[in-house]
């Protein structure tokens, strides 16, 4: 099946600093990736969806200039918490959705990202 | 946006038996999907039934669904300590796009004891 990386999978930073997260598809063409939220023993809350090439469509009450979405190639897209504070420690997980994916709908997810800001 | 609900939120069972999870939501939907997370880890692809579809299986699973009721139920069955994990449902809405958003169920967390 499709395969999703990301990178780092665990981060610590300092409040205040930036921290990017990297989401790559590694054997397909994403045409679309989505970023996830999920916060201990929760579900994933979707934070917002980008297209390559485009602008990234932002779920409500998530700040778009606070979390950075670029989505440069067909096989990376980046996340970039600005300033970043505690109560933005969360595993943030990417998924990507592609041509070569086969069933329409499907997305594939990558092992996700621990963020801890101190 | 709305989530679906599931039930139980936690299940505690010994190997050998079955585990039946509910998940409920509230749109139509195109399909829904159920996925495994470990503890810390990624998700992973279970099984998709589609809105026309009743009931499907995929090895030790058993999906069904009820769109009149908004509802699906995944069963695993003869479980494993290996299955523990936590388990999500997330609907694709109806006319979503190409690549269409997945809305996610509350979890149910299943443990499965030797």
């Known amino acids: 099946g499709a395969v999703v990386s990301q990178h780092p999978s665990r981060v610590i930073c300092k409040s205040g600093t930036s921290v990017k997260i990297e989401c790559r598809s590694l054997d397909f063409q994403a045409t679309t990736m989505f970023w996830y939220r999920q916060f201990p023993k929760q579900s994933l809350m979707l934070m917002a969806t980008?297209?390559?090439?485009?602008?990234?469509?932002?779920e409500q009450g998530v700040e778009k200039d606070k979390f950075l979405i670029n989505h440069a190639s067909l096989t990376l897209s980046t996340l970039t918490v600005t300033s970043a504070h505690p109560e933005d420690s969360s595993f943030y997980i990417c998924s990507a959705s592609g041509l070569a994916g086969g069933i329409l709908y499907e997305q594939y997810f990558g092992p996700g990202t621990r963020l801890t800001v101190t | 946006s709305q989530q679906g609900e599931e039930d139980p939120q936690a299940l505690s069972i010994q190997e050998g038996e079955n585990a039946t999870m509910n998940c409920s939501y509230k749109t139509s939907i195109n399909n829904l999907q159920w996925y495994r997370q470990n503890s810390g880890r990624g998700l992973v692809h279970l099984i998709l039934?589609?809105?026309?579809?009743r009931e499907k299986h995929s090895g030790r699973l058993r999906v069904t669904l009820d769109t009149s009721k908004k509802s699906s139920s995944l069963l695993i069955t003869a479980s494993r300590a290996a299955d523990t994990a936590s388990y999500f449902c997330?609907?694709?809405?109806?006319?979503?796009?190409?690549?269409?958003?997945?809305?996610f169920g509350t979890g149910t967390r299943l443990q499965v004891t030797l």
């Open positions: 039934i589609r809105s026309n579809e």
């Open positions: 980008s297209n390559e090439g485009s602008k990234a469509t932002y």
């Open positions: 997330a609907t694709v809405g109806v006319n979503t796009g190409t690549a269409s958003k997945l809305t």
